[in-house]
């Protein structure tokens, strides 16, 4: 395998970072975790808006246009030779001191990795995944904004140690307040009738681009596609439950906290947003070349 690393592809071996990097040293940076389905590159261009927001919200300059990180994605796909892949885009703060100042730091470090990914085993899309809620919270907006994807995933990775100590997969976690956030790693969404329901951005939610490509889909299906406060009890009463992903894409539910949602199998909403995501990573993304 091959790495984008500073302005060059350089062996995996290789393709190592000072031990003084603001992003090793203190979560520093930003990224984007990004598909590529048969040779396109899905919502390229959304991922690399993304990431420039972050950037700019962290006051972290970018050290590449827009043009050039799409390019660079687009190379790190090809050098490597894959069709299919998950794409990692990294930029940290670069290297610093053992001080938290950024100004310390210099010159941003940027790099991609292009490989495969399998977030859940294939029986878990056909069969339901089972979810617990744990006693992490997600982050308050005011204090990390979940719009930032930083490199500091600790509040996720608390939330997903939980989860793996409890025999589970994956973890709903709530705001201070008691509502449904989202899980580790993915946003969440129910199906009520002929309403499909996620959590609003401001409980403490990202504004994920498979979410909002499946809010796209739910309206072209004619569902009543909302933003809303959801409790642990609507996700228990709901027809459907499912989460979305970059990784995960969509992933069915079938039991939360030891209740079994609608008839405990996907569901035919689910499984019409799955079928109707996976034919637009056919048409929507850039041409790797």
Same mark, same amino acid.
């Given at each position: 395998m091959k790495v984008y690393l500073n302005?060059?592809?350089?062996?995996?071996?290789q393709a190592v @970072?000072?031990?003084?990097?603001?992003?090793?040293? /203190?979560?520093?940076?930003?990224?984007e975790g990004i598909r590529a389905y048969n040779g396109l590159i899905f919502k390229l261009r959304e991922h690399v808006d993304r990431l420039f927001e972050s950037a700019h919200t962290i006051m972290l300059k970018m050290p590449m246009s827009k043009p050039a990180l799409v390019?660079?994605?687009?190379?790190?796909?090809? %050098? &490597?030779?894959?069709?299919?892949?998950?794409?990692?885009?990294? %930029?940290? #703060?670069?290297?610093?001191?053992l001080g938290l100042d950024p100004r310390k730091c210099k010159a941003p470090t940027v790099f991609v990795i292009a490989d495969k990914?399998?977030? /859940? +085993?294939?029986?878990?899309?056909?069969?339901?995944?089972?979810?617990?809620?744990?006693?992490?919270?997600r982050n308050v907006p005011e204090a990390l904004n979940p719009q930032?994807?930083?490199? &500091? /995933?600790?509040?996720?990775?608390?939330?997903?140690?939980?989860?793996? &100590?409890?025999?589970?997969?994956?973890?709903?976690?709530?705001? +201070?307040?008691?509502?449904v956030t989202e899980c580790t790693g993915e946003n969440i969404f129910i199906v009520k009738g002929r309403k499909l329901l996620t959590p609003p951005p /401001? @409980?403490?939610?990202?504004?994920?681009?498979? #979410?909002?490509?499946?809010?796209?889909?739910?309206?072209?299906?004619?569902?009543?596609?909302?933003?809303?406060?959801?409790? #642990?009890?609507?996700?228990? &009463?709901a027809d459907e439950v499912f989460l979305t992903g970059t990784a995960a894409e969509?992933?069915? @539910? @079938?039991?939360?906290?030891?209740?079994?949602?609608?008839?405990g199998a996907p569901g035919p909403v689910t499984k019409s947003l799955r079928q109707a995501f996976q034919q637009v990573t056919k048409t929507e993304g850039i041409r790797v070349g």
């Open positions: 302005g060059k592809f350089v062996e995996q071996r @970072v000072s031990v003084f990097d603001h992003g090793l040293l /203190y979560g520093d940076g930003v990224f390019d660079v994605v687009k190379q790190s796909v090809r %050098v &490597n030779k894959l069709r299919d892949a998950y794409i990692r885009l990294v %930029v940290t #703060r670069g290297v610093g001191d990914i399998e977030l /859940y +085993p294939k029986k878990l899309y056909d069969q339901g995944l089972q979810l617990i809620t744990v006693a992490t919270q930032i994807k930083s490199l &500091n /995933y600790l509040n996720n990775i608390l939330g997903k140690i939980e989860a793996i &100590n409890a025999g589970y997969e994956e973890a709903i976690m709530l705001s +201070p307040s008691g509502y /401001y @409980v403490g939610v990202l504004r994920g681009i498979t #979410r909002q490509t499946v809010m796209d889909l739910g309206m072209k299906l004619r569902l009543d596609v909302r933003e809303d406060l959801l409790t #642990r009890h609507d996700l228990f &009463n969509i992933v069915p @539910v @079938v039991k939360i906290d030891g209740r079994t949602i609608g008839g």
